[in-house]
């Protein structure tokens, strides 16, 4: 039963150029903003947003939010850019473009899409705090990876949303972990089909480990610290209620899971890591993803 099952997932994942906006909006931005800041051309940001006239409307309705500070009316995508700066924009492109790409009539689907995004959304902020608390040198790459990391579940719901029912039943009322329940239902978790998915967008090799590898940082051939930082992000959004919407029943020691000393080995100052501060710091997030996504989720058409 197994092996027929994946069998089939080899044959549907074949035919994922189902999945909307892939390439033409999202792969050249996703490309583009994978460079650090202080490389990106407003102008360049400005087309690429531009392509799709339903991207540029959503970026416009996000930078109007007063949620976001906004005082006086945005009326284009440059001053859009302008007025929230590239790493704000560049926050609200690729959560609007990457929104775009969940099924909205799979049948009887659990997971609602404010769910999901409020774990990629939470995972890429905690990310970013993260790598700035331990000196990590890219932390605009760890915002990516952390809002990235996920995409094999949009391939789950999009090739076989009624097989994928099952695993989410098992995962609630079980209390575990998607990828547990995934591996022992199905045989193979969101980490595998991802990793197809981000090889067809041609993501970079270190953003293809995480999204492969980011439930088992060691089996990482390389960039093993990106790989880890995502995952105890994600581990960290999954312990404090900004999961796949329930509580996994497991304890925690991040001092001790597996990712931590590969993280130690690239970033001497996570030993000194106030871990309690952190995690207390942590509601603030939560507070700012929920704002968030309440936006994304009124925005879109």
């Not at 007025?83 to 790409?101: V, W």
């Not at 990482?220 to 880890?228: E, I, K, N, Q």
């Not at 329930?246 to 590969?262: D, S």
Request: hydrophobic content about 45%.
């Amino acid at each position: 039963m197994r092996e027929s099952l994946q069998d089939e997932m080899r044959k549907r994942m074949a035919r994922l150029d189902r999945m909307p906006t892939i390439p033409a909006v999202l792969a050249p931005l996703l490309r583009y903003l994978e460079q650090p800041l202080d490389r990106l051309e407003t102008q360049q940001v400005v087309d690429l947003i531009s392509i799709d006239k339903s991207l540029a409307g959503q970026c416009l309705q996000m930078a109007n939010s007063p949620i976001l500070g906004r005082c006086h009316d945005v009326e284009n995508v440059r001053d859009a850019v302008v007025a929230l700066g590239l790493e704000r924009m560049r926050d609200i492109a690729l959560s609007c473009s990457l929104l775009t790409l969940l099924p909205q009539n799979a049948p009887n689907c659990d997971i609602e899409p404010v769910v999901f995004w409020e774990h990629s959304l939470g995972c890429a902020l905690v990310c970013r705090e993260f790598a700035r608390k331990i000196g990590f040198a890219d932390q605009g790459k760890a915002y990516l990876a952390g809002l990235l990391h996920d995409i094999g579940i949009i391939a789950h719901l999009w090739v076989f949303p009624r097989e994928y029912q099952a695993v989410l039943r098992s995962a609630r009322t079980e209390h575990i972990a998607l990828d547990e329940a995934e591996q022992r239902i199905l045989g193979f978790t969101h980490c595998a089909t991802g990793e197809i998915v981000a090889e067809r967008w041609q993501l970079t090799p270190d953003l293809v480990a995480v999204i492969a590898c980011h439930h088992h940082p060691a089996n990482a051939a390389a960039h093993r610290d990106l790989v880890a930082l995502v995952n105890l992000s994600d581990l960290l959004c999954r312990m404090w209620g900004l999961g796949h919407g329930y509580l996994e029943q497991r304890q925690v020691n991040f001092v001790e899971e597996p990712a931590f000393f590969l993280l130690l080995e690239e970033c001497p100052s996570l030993r000194a890591l106030d871990w309690e501060r952190f995690t207390f710091e942590l509601e603030a997030y939560m507070e700012e993803v929920h704002h968030l996504v309440g936006v994304f989720d009124r925005v879109q058409p």
